[in-house]
T-cell receptor, first 115, second 118 residues
Framework: GENVEQHPSTLSVQEGDSAVIKCTYSDSASNYFPWYKQELGKRPQLIIDIRSNVGEKKDQRIAVTLNKTAKHFSLHITETQPEDSAVYFCAASSDRGSTLGRLYFGRGTQLTVWP | DAGVIQSPRHEVTEMGQEVTLRCKPISGHDYLFWYRQTMMRGLELLIYFNNNVPIDDSGMPEDRFSAKMPNASFSTLKIQPSEPRDSAVYFC????????????????FGPGTRLTVL
């Protein structure tokens, strides 16, 4: 099955700096890559996603890039703010019938933004 | 829509007791997932259903865990007997695989049940 690895496990940045979280995946059939944000004591919530037919997607201060050849994708947060502090999870899924609908999650990155 | 609903939100029980966690998915969704989250193991998929049928239960840690989905609007995760190592936050999530013919895949998580087994 799919194996998603996420780095780093913890990341500390100063307010206003950029943060980058990277994930790699193993299954070349994966074609959907969402990112979830989980604030302390809350549920994971989707913040952005990308499909394999595009290389980059932006939503205000958040962007995701995808390199299908290298099988890696990254989350970029610019002008970080203290409220960006949370655990971020990457995930991958494919159209393969046997696993349709299932997301394979990375282990998560604890992002701390210092004021 | 009220989103995914889970109950109870908190459960404290003693080792050996039966625990039942409940989930109501978003109306119209055809996939339902049960996850367990701990600091040590992260977010683990325990089991998931498609149209009320279990698709993959390979993540269920042992026979003490069982899950059912008797209809499209209700699912349970049962632990019998419970052990201290089962202490974790259990999330239920639901998704709609296709909307107007296109894949959606977005999973919507419930608020979770924090289980403590003493």
């Amino acid at each position: 099955g799919e194996n998603v690895e996420q780095h780093p496990s913890t990341l500390s940045v100063q307010e206003g700096d950029s943060a980058v979280i990277k994930c790699t995946y193993s299954d070349s059939a994966s074609n959907y890559f969402p990112w979830y944000k989980q604030e302390l004591g809350k549920r994971p919530q989707l913040i952005i996603d990308i499909r394999s037919n595009v290389g980059e997607k932006k939503d205000q201060r958040i962007a995701v890039t995808l390199n299908k050849t290298a099988k890696h994708f990254s989350l970029h947060i610019t002008e970080t703010q203290p409220e960006d502090s949370a655990v971020y999870f990457c995930a991958a899924s494919s159209d393969r019938g046997s696993t349709l609908g299932r997301l394979y999650f990375g282990r998560g990155t604890q992002l701390t933004v210092w004021p | 829509d009220a989103g995914v609903i889970q109950s109870p939100r908190h459960e404290v029980t003693e080792m050996g007791q039966e625990v039942t966690l409940r989930c109501k998915p978003i109306s119209g969704h055809d996939y339902l997932f049960w996850y367990r989250q701990t600091m040590m193991r992260g977010l683990e998929l325990l089991i998931y259903f498609n149209n009320n049928v279990p698709i993959d239960d390979s993540g269920m840690p042992e026979d003490r865990f069982s899950a059912k989905m008797p209809n499209a609007s209700f699912s349970t995760l049962k632990i019998q007997p419970s052990e201290p190592r089962d202490s974790a936050v259990y999330f239920c999530a639901s998704s709609l695989a296709r909307l107007a013919g296109e894949r959606t895949d977005t999973q919507y998580f419930g608020p979770g049940t924090r289980l403590t087994v003493l």
